[in-house]
């Protein structure tokens, strides 16, 4: 190989592993999410609520939109560190998804669940519960009444520091939503 060759190559290689890495920077792995959340939760004596979730999710956004929502984001915080993994994305936004994603979500129960399943792990990173039903079906963003209960019941189980009155308001809130 001529040097100017070789220069070229070196140069098309830095360019490249120099565009890998802003990309998995840009998009951490879903082992890196994970590991991140419960840091934060073990320091904040919280749990992880792991939501698995795409752009195209419409159900997926509202759960956002209500965990973030004034009325009940400070519910929320207290019991949680809540951080998404991305999964489960068409092929032409593929670059959003967290390499590993699908794997973590079947390792945690939700292989066919549907969007968006979440899991809530300790900060030691042990699933205490998750978003499926008695009956194995996902409550996904609980929208129905044995969903809404499925909720309460995750809820009392994974929040501790969520008083009784938050959890009522937030099942009271779910029961009278419009949602579809």
């Known amino acids: 190989m001529q040097p100017r060759s070789k220069l070229t190559s070196l140069a098309l290689m830095a360019t490249m592993v120099g565009t890998c890495a802003l990309a998995s920077a840009a998009n951490p792995s ?20 792991v939501i698995f979730h795409a752009s195209w999710c419409g159900w997926c956004h509202r759960m956002d939109a209500f965990l973030e929502s004034p009325e009940f984001k400070a519910a929320f915080d207290k019991s949680y560190v809540i951080t998404h993994v991305d999964v489960l994305e068409q092929p032409a936004k593929k670059d959003l998804e967290n390499a590993g994603g699908v794997d973590l979500m079947t390792q945690l129960g939700g292989k066919d669940a549907g969007l968006p399943f979440f899991a ?39 929040a501790p520091k969520m008083s009784r009155s938050d959890i009522s308001k937030i099942t009271a809130f779910l029961s009278v939503k419009k949602t579809h």
């Open 30 to 49: 879903a082992k890196s999410v994970i590991a991140a959340a419960s840091a934060k939760a073990k320091a904040e004596k919280k749990n992880v609520m």
């Open 120 to 158: 809530i792990l300790n900060p030691s990173g042990i699933k205490i519960s998750d978003s499926l039903l008695s009956d194995g079906k996902n409550m996904g963003f609980p929208s129905e009444p044995q969903e809404i209960a499925g909720f309460k019941t995750l809820l009392e189980k994974s």
